[in-house]
């Protein structure tokens, strides 16, 4: 997957449940597996909901992804963007 911004990342981790998370993560060397071991752990023991350990989860993935490969914001250009160039 090449991401071009942050909202690349975003769009792309959305859609991943618990399990593939965690795939994506050991793909991209970006958690280790007692990470995975803590988080399993914490679910197990009704500390923590699973879709709450989610929602973190994706957030550090997106926040070290961004990190390694400097993603910015996505930038949309304004329907008129060319005619702020032109002179008259």
Same mark, same amino acid.
């Given at each position: 997957m ?7 990342? #975003? ?5 991943? =449940? ?5 795939a @994506?993560?050991?793909?991209? !060397? +970006? /958690?280790? #597996? ?5 988080? =399993?752990?914490l679910?197990?023991?009704? @500390?923590?909901?699973?879709d !709450? +350990? /989610? ?15 400097g993603?910015?914001?996505?930038v ?13």
């Open positions: 090449i991401f071009e911004d942050i909202q690349d990342v #975003e769009e792309w981790l959305a859609p991943l =449940d618990y399990v593939a998370v965690w @994506e993560a050991e793909a991209h !060397a +970006v /958690l280790t #597996e007692a990470d995975r071991d803590h988080c =399993d752990g679910i197990a023991s009704g @500390e923590v909901r699973q !709450a +350990v /989610l929602v973190g989860l994706k957030t550090m993935l997106r926040l070290a992804l961004t990190k390694r490969y993603l910015q914001d996505r949309h250009d304004p329907v008129d963007s060319r005619y702020l160039t032109s002179v008259h």
